[in-house]
């Protein structure tokens, strides 16, 4: 008999979420995938292991005993799978992040990137893209993933994907016509003078509504009518939709973000870290050419 660790592990989800969706959602598998991960082991062992009474699952007493060596096995498992994918790489990286970014999982680069070089030193600072240039132009980091007009673009630059900036509105409150309040992220926003300039160049009156410092705060004011605003395209949703007074502006352009290293000679860690960065978020071929 050979009994697969992640039907063990599953087995002890179900019974440590009390069911089989709960332990779907705790694996991010599908509830059919769970039960029949369970039943594989059941068929393995040869008996039954859960006792169901409606919709309350227990361990039966054959459950109860192999949950304990489940959970042993498990345990040794994981630890052995971290110590064979670990490294010994040592150091301290630097990494400044956008909000968009570590919305888009640059927080799970970095939590995967701590387990297998836990010998390392990570330090994540998530700030604006101006913010961040300038602190990596001054050595205050080793890396950052920023926002950039494509003419912005450095030459050792790392283009991870391009954004396609829209004007959006709320869905209930769309100005028409007339001044418009403007929805920013401050002076120091990367939308804010593209979108003064569109505004000008339509002769469009406006005056600045709301700045925040972030996505959510942006959008959330968007969504409530506050005003308009200049975001990317990922921010279209029922709440917030493309503005239709801007669709005789003309297209707007695109926007890259890029992974950019501080000057001088890159550290082993912080070499690493862009590598990652650019297998997990980078979306642009190596050969691109746009």
Not at 83 to 88: G, N
Not at 189 to 211: C, K, M, N, Q
Request: glycine fraction near 6%; charged fraction near 25%; hydrophobic fraction near 40%.
């Amino acid at each position: 008999m050979q009994l697969d660790i992640e039907s063990l592990r599953t087995f002890a989800a179900v019974l440590d979420q009390g069911g089989m969706t709960a332990a779907a959602n705790t694996l991010d598998l599908s509830q059919s995938a769970v039960s029949w991960k369970v039943k594989r082991l059941e068929e393995r062992v040869g008996r039954d292991l859960l006792v169901r009474d409606g919709r309350t699952i227990s361990a039966s007493r054959d459950g109860r005993e192999l949950l304990e060596y489940a959970r042993l096995m498990i345990k040794t498992h994981d630890e052995a799978v971290t110590r064979m994918t670990s490294t010994a790489l040592e150091g301290t990286v630097r990494l400044g992040s956008t909000e968009e970014a570590s919305a888009k999982c640059t927080g799970a680069v970095c939590g995967r990137f701590s387990r297998i070089h836990p010998n390392a030193t990570l330090e994540f600072h998530v700030d604006r893209s101006s913010t961040l240039a300038t602190r990596i132009a001054e050595n205050e980091l080793d890396v950052a993933v920023i926002q950039l007009h494509l003419h912005q673009v450095q030459k050792n630059d790392t283009l991870l994907w391009y954004d396609q900036l829209v004007w959006v509105s709320s869905a209930d409150w769309t100005y028409p016509d007339g001044p418009v309040p403007l929805v920013t992220f401050g002076e120091d926003g990367f939308y804010r003078p593209t979108a003064e300039a569109a505004l000008r160049e339509a002769d469009i009156s406006y005056h600045v509504a709301f700045s925040g410092p972030s996505t959510a705060s942006v959008l959330s004011a968007v969504a409530a009518g506050i005003g308009v605003a200049q975001l990317s395209s990922r921010s279209i949703s029922d709440e917030v939709v493309p503005w239709a007074r801007a669709e005789s502006f003309g297209d707007l352009e695109d926007v890259v973000n890029v992974a950019r290293v501080a000057r001088g000679a890159t550290s082993e860690v912080a070499a690493e870290l862009l590598a990652d960065l650019r297998a997990e978020l980078g979306e642009i071929p190596l050969t691109s050419g746009r």
